[in-house]
Each structure stands twice: as structure tokens, then as C-alpha cells.
């Protein structure tokens, strides 16, 4: 019915009809407010908005309660899940829920090195102490082993590393330690504290041992400090001796080297003139058999012209003794040079001769007698 038609005027109080036509209940109040409602729901007047409130607040917790059952592993980690305290399972990385109230996560990082120093002083095989500085470098290898197994990996593992160290260094000298043992130090110890390790279960992977300091204990420090001074200047004076050795012994090995080639070459030389001379001897030996006299007038002159050839004075000695000439060779074919005479030998006095004539006449008789010799 439209506003505007008869009999829709003007109606007592209370009664009007709203804009559909409905008439509110005839000498009934009105309705509660919201704020009424809200009232009875909290003061427990209402026992129907007490079970509403009941169902919200079971909701909630209900929403809470799966809400926080989220959470999250990252890559590099592991999560150890507890229910009731009892291991259940191992998660990798990725979104995961669990129950709350019911179930526990531990979650552990497997892929992150972690580094653990250890300073102890330790007693050697030949009873010294050395006081040793380390550094351990471990990883989780098992994340249920290192949740469930030990209480403390961290104080199994330092623990295990002094062991371990006191092991080794019990069975080293002190001057191995300080010096050229400390590698060996760490490469021993090692293999040893994983051996450890895994008897107890504890789940770490040891990566790296370093020995950081070996020194002697305080009180005695000076007079290591000069045992070591002292190696280094023996290893230094050994390296200039080394050094200069390198450079003098090649030196003398390439001069005996040359002096022996050099002899070598002697020998050889020697050799083949000996044998050239022998050949050229045992040639003249079957001539001169063949014709005595004229072998021994060409040797004679070979000689002769031999001798002449190398000096510049010639003496010709007559068969009559008369006085000596003198043949200036060297001034052969100058200008006339007055000479003055020579004095006259003495009584008994050989003939004149010079140095080289002599050595030439020696060898021509040897030469002879030999051939005489050899007939």
C-alpha cells in the first residue's frame, strides 16, 4: 500500500506501521539494546550469550593454538622433533606444523662451522711442560645424536680435545713441540678426538685442529728463547756455507774438468807424434838399408837446412884450420858493415859453435847411430 493512499493517515502513537507494513506488537515494549545485550552477555544475566561467549573464546584459543603450530626451518638447519619428550622425527628445510603443548623443536644448524680454543699446559715424554694454545674447528654431523645423546657436546668436546692433546703431547719431546713437531702435534690429534667423539655420540664432526702457540713455561722462556736464537744462527751460518759451497764447488769441478781435457789432449798429442816419429823412422830405416850413403848425406843436408834457416849466424870451420868465417846471414843483401876480426882461437880450442848448430849436430848423430843401430 502506498503512503499516499486513503486511511494511511495520521495513526495514534505507537502504532504506526513502519515503511513494509509491520506494526510493532501491540502493547509490547521494545526490544533490548545492543549495549543491553552486551551487558547481560559479561554479568551472566543472560545464559544463552554465556554459551556464545564460551564458543568464542574456545575458538580463539582453538586459533591460537594451530596458529603458533607454524614454524619454519632454514636451509642450512635441522629440526628435532619431541613429542611428549620422545624423539619423532627429523625435519629438513621448509615450512612444517606440529602440535603445540604436545610436541617440541630444537632446531640445530648443520652447516655452520663453530671454532673452540683450548689453553692447557701439558707434560712431555721427558718430563717438561709445555703450555699449548689450540683451536678446534667442529660441525654438527647428526642432529638427533647431538639433541639426544650427550647433555653438553660443547663441554664433551673440550673434554675430549684435552685428552686427546695430553696423549699426544705426552708421547712427543719438548724440542719436538716447540719446534718442528707442532704440525704433527695437530695431525695427531685429530684422527683421535673424532675416535672420541663418536664414542660418546655426540654427534660432531671435527673439521680442523690448529696449534696456535707452543711455548715453554714462563720461568724458563729466556733460556729457550736463547736455545732457539741459536738454532737460527746455526741455520743461517749453514746457508752461506751451502751458498758459497754452490758457487765454488761447480767452479773447481769446470776447472778440473778443463785441466783434464786439456791433459787428455796431451796425451793424445804426445802420442801421435811418437807414433808419426816412429813411422817416419821405421821409412828412413828401409831407405837408409837400401843406400847407407845417400840416406846419410840427405839427412845431413835436411838437418843442415833446418838449423840455418832458424839462426842469423852461420861459422864454416875449413879442414885446414884456418881462420873461421863468418857468415852474417841476418845482413845478407845490406849495405857493406866493416866487421872487425875475430881473435884467433887458442891452442887445443874446438871449433866455434853456436847453441843451436850444437843441439841440430847432437840429434843428426843420434839419428845416425840409430840407423846404424837398426842395419
Not at 647433555?151 to 668436546?157: F, I, K, R
Request: no cysteine; net charge positive.
Amino acid at each position: 500500500m502506498a503512503w499516499n493512499q486513503p486511511g494511511s493517515g495520521q495513526k495514534p502513537e505507537g502504532e504506526k506501521p513502519d515503511p513494509w507494513g509491520r506494526k510493532p506488537a501491540a502493547g509490547g515494549p521494545k526490544g533490548p539494546s545492543m549495549a543491553e545485550k552486551l551487558g547481560g552477555l559479561f554479568d551472566g544475566s543472560d545464559p544463552s550469550g554465556e554459551k556464545q561467549l564460551s564458543r568464542l573464546l574456545l575458538l580463539g584459543a582453538f586459533a591460537l593454538w594451530v596458529v603458533f603450530g607454524f614454524y619454519r626451518v632454514e636451509q642450512a638447519e635441522r629440526a628435532v622433533l619431541f613429542r611428549f619428550g620422545a624423539y619423532q622425527s627429523i625435519q629438513t628445510a621448509g615450512l612444517h606444523w606440529h602440535p603445540p603443548l604436545m610436541d617440541s623443536v630444537k632446531k640445530v644448524n648443520v652447516e655452520r662451522t663453530e671454532q673452540m680454543p683450548l689453553n692447557a699446559s701439558m707434560i712431555t715424554e721427558d718430563e717438561n711442560i709445555v703450555d699449548i694454545s689450540l683451536s678446534v674447528q667442529y660441525r654438527i654431523a647428526d642432529a638427533r645424536l647431538y639433541a639426544l645423546s650427550v647433555a653438553s657436546p660443547e663441554s664433551t668436546l673440550a673434554h675430549a680435545t684435552e685428552s686427546a692433546l695430553r696423549h699426544v703431547v705426552g708421547n712427543g719431546t719438548m724440542t719436538q713441540i716447540l719446534n718442528e713437531g707442532r704440525a704433527r702435534v695437530a695431525q695427531d690429534i685429530q684422527p683421535r678426538l673424532q675416535s672420541y667423539l663418536d664414542r660418546y655420540k655426540t654427534g660432531l664432526s671435527v673439521r680442523n685442529v690448529n696449534i696456535l702457540e707452543a711455548l715453554p713455561p714462563k720461568d724458563v722462556k729466556s733460556a729457550f728463547d736463547d736455545v732457539i736464537r741459536a738454532k737460527e744462527d746455526k741455520e743461517r751460518l749453514k746457508n752461506q756455507a751451502e751458498t758459497y759451497a754452490n758457487g765454488i764447488v761447480p767452479e773447481a769441478r769446470g776447472q778440473a774438468a778443463r785441466l783434464v781435457a786439456d791433459a787428455t789432449g796431451y796425451k793424445q798429442e804426445v802420442v801421435d807424434r811418437a807414433q808419426g816419429d816412429a813411422s817416419r823412422f821405421r821409412g828412413l830405416l828401409a831407405e837408409y838399408r837400401l843406400n847407407p850413403g845417400v840416406m846419410r848425406s840427405r839427412m845431413y843436408l835436411d838437418m843442415m837446412n833446418d838449423v840455418m834457416s832458424k839462426t842469423s849466424k852461420v861459422v864454416v870451420e875449413p879442414k885446414g884450420a884456418a881462420p873461421l868465417l863468418y857468415l852474417p846471414m841476418d845482413k845478407l843483401g845490406l849495405p857493406a858493415v866493416t866487421v872487425p876480426a875475430a881473435p884467433a882461437p887458442a891452442a887445443g880450442a874446438g871449433p866455434i859453435i853456436e847453441p843451436a848448430a850444437t843441439s841440430a849436430a847432437r840429434d843428426f848423430v843420434r839419428s845416425g847411430r840409430n840407423l846404424e843401430g837398426a842395419r
